[in-house]
């Protein structure tokens, strides 16, 4: 942010990925914006910026919310995860696995929001159908891959989590 | 009308002949496999880097001023409001220095100018200006003060062609009018049974790829570095190399992650050029990315295309005669907007007439969208083919398979494989096409029904890659390729090339791609043909290392190269694997530190062409009551030759055939053509993508390879094309079979299959 | 990109009213249609009120008359997934299931979702239309495929909302605020037709805030639905949605509430229909006088003449479904 633009700044503190940020943003931010252009945290990715697209994908307490749309002050107080905090200090989250194994990322821009927004339907929902994937991914657009492949990866992730095992191992079995 | 992928059109018939002998592949151990792709942690991580992300210190952001008007004139131009905005450190028009430049399209004589004072649809450039922050410039752009002159406008396609219409260029609005065929049609429908003749209409489409238009321009000197989302850096290169009038060597253009192009970032932009004025007038970085707004209006679209079909065909099944006229506009400017091709090649057929229009309108310029022009042909001809088949009550496979054409009409030219057959035989059976026939349809208010429609792709790719594989001295590997990968996998299948050849895992092997200056001429990735061209590139490139490598082991183990082999990274003697040399451990290698081969790809078979072939299946369920249409299941069959990693294979042909379902169903620019000629559905809630909840969730590929050793050294044709042609046709037939209705404009929308079914009760 | 504005967040629904009274504030819900309008300037602010900190405008609690209380910062998420709505309430649970995507759901909501701004294009576009204080309606002589067939007049939009049409059908009402005290209006008299104002789609002034939704008790052996017809499959708007509450002791209905989405400028009772279908046996031939009557004084534009199809042929398989 540079001075000359002179909009109003004000500080914040925002929880992203389990670290606390104090960071001075201006107030029309949204969070995608704060995310992307203060955090640096580009893995969310910026498609419409109207709420048309759900590239922009973010857990916001656990929910799945377009942080396009979301001015920053509403993400005070409140936990934001990113596809940079899914996977864990152990390795990669079991749908990032799974996605790698069945291909599920083609030219991968939609990715992350898919991700999210997967993930948190595996936290709720361990064994979802396919119905279900299709309806909790509804709301991210993904011009490449026509989404076949993005359920085999719901489902070898649900299933992994379930059988506490690595993707690779549940695909090879 | 025909699409040129870039400029200058490369000429591949001056390339030398091949500089290796390399025989075709049998078995393979690698390339095949359903293997990962080589960058998936990044891509599922968020670390992998989009131009969209990129940001270089102390850059300065673009906007660009676009006319508001379909049609007009710039009688005066005011910039002082916007200078003196907070944050301004440039505008330029059409008067800076340095930016009159001619523009060219296709290829032909300049069309118009970088800011063209006369502006030919809403979105023409008119001014630009770069700023410190991205809503600064966004701002200042709207404070330039433009007057224009405003005229009248023309947007569909058959009024443009009347005299009457306003003119949009010098000469008028009529680009081209060829006709083309064979035989005599008129004695071919004189012998026919039965003859149909239908108008058929497809829509405008939007590319939109979910990453936007994006670019980053550097100068150091004279020297321009641009950092752009595009689909070939070496196409962009020389269209940027001659627009600022520089030398090759002078402009640098590099890509690698990119968020999808579909064909739209196949040439060079205005918005590259613009950030590269802006980033020389400022002596800053200049990054532009475009709204998602701007990507619906001014950086392609598939054309809409009205097609007239006119057949003839035996009781028996044999096709007598085809005659097409087609109508269609790429926009303002000579951008392509037809292909004729499916009706002159995909089946037997001895009198063929093609009438082919193209005409300029005050419309968003077109460009190559995925099989431009082929899934427009199939919707008229496959559904044509469909309706013929149940006039003469035969099975509409049954009846494709009668008329396959065994070679190319066009020239006579035989193909190197055709598995069409294959693919609708093997594609019905895999479907259950007669069963699902012959399954009741339903008499309540939902009604089932099954269609299915073939395609061939036309292109059979330009081979002129040029490919350096290195491999240093501990046996890891660098693969430096000019090649893109536009997230179809061009990497992963690559690198499999060299693990196949040199034995090296996958996770040894390092990739250089996309970048003009550090990597070697390839064509872009659009019109199915990166594997086809690079992968023989790479195979050669190692294939050369190896033959070094046979080398300095033939010195070190004391025999001739003939005795030795090389197996799984290691060179041993035939006869005495024991004495087997890890790559590591060869002294040669030791020394030099790198071996270094380059590959070229061989010129195309002689007299021969490769093109890929395809049949798709759909099921269907049609709520006569709502309009309503579900695809249920789809099949798709494809001769694309070898399959050369099965899960990159099927994600192309899920994707091509999610694309195809919004063509089929919901895709549709919609202009304000009566009022303001501007787009009325410039986003991606008003032009609507297919969801999760489109595409069906069950979906086959079904691969057919011919073991094709003739088309390249590698066995495989092209698949990103194919894979969208014949879906949307196929979806049209299955609504045909389940409710007795033809649609034939695209896409079906509730409305417009609510309208058929009226119309057919009579309504 | 955002314009410049001020951010406020209020704690108390009367601080929320004194920043809302303010010129060019403009309320946040859950700002699923704000920041969108705000992007494309459909309108501007010059101070957003952020209404998230204002917990008492959240939650679904019983009334003491047998109904319930819909907080109006309740997500749409919130309303689809609550038991007792999808149980009572079942057409108000679909409806809110069949707005717009997973993420907008937890984000939008109810209050947001009954005020937000209509879809029409051209308000939405770049054309200065008679919604926005302009002298044209560009949708009469223009690209009207999704716009109205009933109740249109200068400005044909329709009214975007699933969850207005089932509250109209319910028979619920809004609870009002403002710095003069609050108001309970019906949900039938809280929006407007272009006839009424051009400008406005419901009664809410400037500084006004929607901060409850009342459902009244419904009769047991109430059946109800929401069927939506849209384009795509998911993540859009309705071409025709109907919200039907119909009760049915015996054979025949005792009453029947029938209201259209996506259709007119407003939630739209197909009162004749309704008339129909009150005190008839739920045949086929009551069906066929239903349906006709159902697109009663249709108007359709030049290219939105399916519509009326489309409603015939929803009340057809939604009273058959019924039956």
Redesign the interface.
């Known amino acids: 942010m540079r001075c000359w633009e002179r909009p109003l700044i004000e500080i914040i503190r925002l929880s992203v990925n389990g670290d606390s940020h104090e960071i001075g943003v201006p107030s029309h931010y949204t969070l995608l914006e704060t995310l992307r252009y203060v955090l640096g945290l580009t893995g969310s990715k910026q498609g419409c910026d109207k709420g048309d697209c759900g590239a922009c994908t973010v857990l916001l307490d656990g929910l799945p919310t377009l942080s396009c749309i979301l001015p920053v002050q509403e993400a005070i107080g409140r936990q934001v995860t990113t596809i940079e905090g899914l996977a864990d200090p152990d390795g990669p989250h079991a749908l990032q696995d799974a996605l790698d194994l069945t291909g599920g990322a083609q030219c991968g821009f939609c990715t992350p929001g898919i991700l999210m927004s997967a993930a948190a339907l595996l936290n709720v929902n361990s064994s979802p159908t396919r119905q279900e994937i299709r309806e909790a991914l509804s709301g991210n657009l993904c011009r490449c891959t026509g989404y076949t492949k993005i359920y085999e990866a719901v489902e070898l992730a649900a299933r992994a989590l379930r059988e506490q095992r690595p993707p690779a191992e549940v695909l090879r079995s | 009308m025909k699409y040129y992928l870039e400029w200058p059109e490369p000429d591949p018939t001056n390339l030398p002949p091949p500089a290796q002998d390399i025989e075709p592949w049998g078995e393979t151990r690698v390339v095949g496999k359903p293997l990962p792709r080589v960058d998936a942690y990044e891509r599922v991580s968020g670390t992998a880097l989009y131009t969209l992300d990129m940001a270089l210190p102390d850059m300065l952001h673009g906007a660009i001023l676009r006319c508001p008007h379909a049609h007009a004139r710039v009688t005066r131009l005011d910039t002082g409001r916007a200078q003196a905005m907070p944050g301004v450190r440039a505008v330029i028009t059409a008067a800076t220095p340095g930016a009159a430049i001619p523009w060219y399209f296709r290829g032909q004589g300049p069309t118009s100018m970088l800011f063209d004072e006369h502006c030919r649809y809403a979105g023409d450039e008119v001014a630009a200006v770069a700023a410190e922050t991205p809503h600064q410039a966004i701002l200042a752009a709207r404070a330039i003060d433009v007057e224009y002159e405003v005229l009248p406008f023309v947007q569909d396609d058959a009024v443009a062609l009347t005299p009457e219409a306003p003119a949009i260029h010098e000469g008028g609005n009529i680009l081209g009018q060829e006709t083309s065929g064979r035989g005599d049609v008129e004695a071919g429908f004189a012998g026919a049974d039965v003859v149909l003749e239908q108008t058929y209409h497809t829509p405008c489409e939007i590319h939109t790829p979910m990453e936007t238009f994006v670019t980053i321009a550097r100068w150091d000197g004279n020297r321009l570095t641009v950092w752009d989302s595009n689909q070939g850096v070496f196409g962009i290169q020389a269209n940027l190399a001659r627009a600022l009038r520089l030398p090759l060597t002078s402009v640098r253009v590099i890509c690698n992650y990119m968020g999808g192009g579909f064909g739209s970032k196949l040439g060079l932009s205005k918005y590259t050029v613009i950030a590269a004025l802006l980033a020389r007038t400022t002596a800053r970085p200049v990054k532009i990315a475009l709204t998602r707004e701007e990507s619906f209006i001014c950086v392609g679209n598939r054309a809409a295309n009205t097609i007239k079909l006119k057949a003839g065909v035996k009781r028996d099944g044999t096709l007598t005669a085809l005659d097409a006229v087609f109508l269609g506009s790429g926009g303002a400017y000579p951008a392509g907007a037809t292909s004729t091709y499916l009706v002159q090649a995909l089946y037997l057929c001895p009198n063929v007439r093609v009438e082919d229009n193209e005409v300029y309108t005050n419309a968003g310029p077109s460009r190559a969208f995925r099989a431009p022009g082929m899934p427009n042909c199939a919707w008229a001809l496959e559904q044509m083919m469909d309706a013929l088949a149940t006039e003469i009550d035969m099975d509409p496979v049954e009846f494709r398979l009668k008329n396959i054409a065994t070679f190319l009409q066009i020239n006579d030219t035989p193909y190197t494989s055709i598995g069409l057959r294959e693919c609708l035989s093997d594609g019905a059976k895999a479907f259950g096409w007669s069963e699902a026939r012959a399954r009741p349809r339903g008499r309540g208010h939902v009604r089932r029904g099954v269609g299915m429609a073939a395609g061939m792709w036309a292109y059979p790719g330009d081979p002129r890659a040029t490919v350096i594989v290195k491999l240093f001295a501990d046996g890891s590997v660098n693969l430096n390729m000019g090649a893109s990968d536009i997230g179809t996998g061009t990497k992963t299948v690559m690198a499999m090339v060299v693990a196949e050849e040199l034995g090296v895992p996958l996770d040894r092997i390092q990739i250089e791609h996309a970048d003009t200056g550090t990597t070697q001429n390839a064509p872009s990735s659009g019109g199915s043909q990166t594997v086809l061209v690079s992968a023989p590139a790479v195979r050669a490139a190692a294939i050369e290392v190896k033959r070094q490598l046979l080398e300095l082991a033939a010195a070190q183990l004391e025999r001739p190269v003939e005795q030795l082999v090389f197996q799984d990274g290691e060179i041993m003697p035939a006869d005495a694997p024991d004495q087997a040399v890890a790559l590591a451990d060869l002294r040669g290698l030791r020394g030099r530190q790198v071996i270094v081969g380059v590959g070229r790809r061989h010129p195309h078979p002689e007299g021969k062409i490769a093109l890929p072939f395809a049949a798709q299946f759909a099921e269907v369920e049609v709520n006569i009551l709502t309009g309503e249409v579900r695809v249920l299941r789809l099949v798709a069959a494809h001769d694309s030759g070898r399959v050369m990693n099965k899960l990159t294979y099927e994600n192309q042909v899920f994707g091509g055939m999610a694309m195809g379902i919004g063509l089929g169903l919901t895709e549709e620019r919609i202009l304000d053509s009566r009022q303001t000629g501007k787009v009325v559905n410039a986003n991606w809630h008003d032009y609507k993508i297919p969801t999760a909840k489109d595409v069906p969730i069950d979906q086959t590929c079904v691969p057919i390879d011919p073991h094709d050793t003739e088309c390249n050294t590698t066995g495989a044709k092209g698949l990103g094309e194919p894979a969208h042609i014949p879906t949307a046709a196929a979806i049209a037939n299955a609504v045909y079979h389940a409710t007795g209705v033809r649609v034939t404009d695209a896409p079906i929308t509730r409305g417009r299959m609510l309208s058929a079914l009226a119309e057919r009760r009579g309504e | 990109?955002?314009?410049?504005?001020?951010?406020e967040?209020p704690g108390s629904v009367d601080e929320a009213l004194e920043h809302g009274s303010s010129e060019g504030a403009v309320l946040?819900a859950g700002?699923?249609d704000l920041?969108?309008c705000l992007?494309?300037g459909v309108f501007s602010a010059k101070k957003?009120v952020?209404l998230?900190g204002l917990e008492e405008l959240r939650g679904i609690s019983p009334t003491r008359d047998g109904g319930l209380r819909v907080g109006a910062l309740t997500t749409l998420?919130g309303v689809a997934s609550d038991p007792t709505i999808a149980e009572r309430y079942t057409v108000l649970a679909q409806a809110a299931a069949s707005a717009?995507?997973?993420?907008?759901r937890?984000?939008g909501t109810i209050g947001g979702n009954i005020c937000q701004r209509p879809?029409c294009?051209?308000f939405r576009?770049?054309?200065h239309c008679l919604r926005k204080g302009g002298d044209t309606c560009?949708a009469i002589?223009?690209?009207n495929?999704f716009h109205c067939i009933f109740g249109g007049s200068g400005c044909y939009i329709v009214h975007p909302s699933d969850t207005a049409p089932a509250l109209q059908a319910l028979g619920a009402s809004v609870r009002i605020a403002s710095r003069s005290g609050s108001r309970t209006v019906p949900i039938e008299s809280f929006f407007l037709l272009p006839a009424d104002d051009i400008q406005r789609e419901n009664l809410l002034e400037p500084g006004e805030l929607v901060t409850e939704v009342l459902l009244p008790p419904v009769a047991s052996g109430t059946r109800s639905v929401y069927r939506k017809?849209?384009?795509?499959?998911?993540?859009?708007f309705a071409?025709a949605g109907l919200a039907a509450v119909v009760t049915m002791p015996g054979d025949s209905v005792e009453t029947a509430s029938l209201v259209l989405s996506g259709v007119a400028p407003k939630p739209w009772r197909a009162a004749e229909a309704e008339g129909a279908l009150t005190g008839a046996r739920l045949d086929a031939e009551t069906i066929a006088r239903v349906v006709a009557a159902s697109v009663a004084g249709a108007l359709p534009l030049e290219?939105?003449?399916?519509?009326v199809?489309?409603v015939?042929?929803?009340m057809?398989?939604t009273l058959r479904a019924l039956a």
């Open positions: 990109m955002l314009p410049n504005f001020t951010y967040r946040h700002g699923t920041l969108g992007r494309d957003v952020s998230s998420t717009a995507s997973p993420q907008l937890n984000q879809r294009w051209y576009g770049d054309w560009y002589a223009g690209e495929h017809v849209r384009d795509r499959g998911a993540w859009d071409l290219h939105n003449g399916y519509k199809a489309l015939r042929g929803l057809e398989e």
